[in-house]
């Protein structure tokens, strides 16, 4: 049997690897700060392969529906940790308007640019930060803490610069920037889950607008590059996990979050490498 097109046993087994990911996501969201976009997009976009979207776009797509199931499991994961007292609410203040900057500026090139572009950056990004966590010490650092003056809003409107492009919540870039410069991981974490609020409402505005000229590309219930159906399908489950990613969180060590983190980011990595090769 088929369903517009597609074996309802493939339909099936994508159905069971979207509640999966869902699961994983919201656990990830709450224990490393981040959206969880770093799993959503590669199973997004083969959910897209799947269902025949054009691969000028399917990239696209599968950022933009990933930044728009970051929205809730960001909001419950930022909670969740500023109720433990872990987030630096000013830094975050200050990092605020320029992160949106970023993520309005990376929303509007991301008309422009190629699935490659995106993939290579997803690729590269992860892969440096792995690197980072996975074999660093804690003697790397830039400085005993975060520069004051130009240095915060421009490093705040890089974050949401890449941020946008990877489909991500900022925990990625937050985590880096904040552990370089001295700040405890549970610390960088729970701070890094108040960006990715900053980044999923206007990220996924902002590829919303983007696609809007594509619309003739996009599968059926889509809004731009936001897929409807895909973001509703990851949105409850995902809700669910975050509690748990949250008490994990600040159960864990330092190193065995440090290198959960780097084990979580190469995978990724590697995945996208793959696409780009074959």
């Given amino acids: 049997m088929t369903l517009a097109g597609t074996p309802i046993s493939e339909l099936i087994w994508l159905a069971v690897a979207l509640v999966t990911t869902g699961l994983i996501t919201g656990v990830l969201a709450g224990l490393l700060g981040v959206g969880g976009g770093a799993v959503m997009v590669p199973v997004l976009y083969e959910l897209f392969r799947i269902l025949d979207v054009p691969e000028a776009v399917r990239m696209h797509l599968a950022v933009g529906t990933s930044l728009a199931v970051i929205i809730p499991t960001s909001i419950r994961s930022f909670r969740g940790h ?25 929303s509007v090139v991301t008309a422009f640019v190629s699935s490659a572009f995106l993939k290579a950056v997803f690729a590269v990004v992860a892969t440096l930060n792995a690197i980072k966590l996975g074999f660093g010490r804690d003697s790397w650092r830039l400085g005993p803490d975060l520069p004051q003056g130009a240095f915060r ?13 990877m489909g991500i919540g900022g925990g990625v870039f937050g985590n880096a920037v904040m552990t370089l410069y001295g700040r405890p991981i549970h610390q960088a974490v729970a701070t ?7 980044i999923s409402i206007p990220g996924m505005l902002g590829y919303i607008g983007a696609g809007w000229t594509r619309m003739d590309m996009l599968p059926p219930l889509s809004l731009g590059f936001v897929s409807l159906i895909g973001a509703l399908l990851l949105f409850p489950t995902s809700l669910l996990t975050v509690p748990i990613g949250v008490k994990l969180a600040h159960n864990l060590s330092k190193r065995r979050l440090e290198v959960a983190f780097a084990v979580f980011l190469a995978l990724v990595a590697a995945r996208f490498i793959a696409s780009l090769i074959w």
């Avoid at 809003?153 to 492009?165: D, Q, R, T």
């Fill in 82 to 106: 500023l109720k433990k007292g872990a987030v630096d609410v000013e830094l975050l203040k200050q990092w605020a308007v320029p992160v949106v900057v970023g993520v309005v500026a990376g």
């Fill in 192 to 198: 890094s889950s108040g960006l990715g609020v900053l």
């Fill in 153 to 165: 809003p421009a490093s705040g409107g890089l974050i949401g610069l890449f941020s946008a492009w």
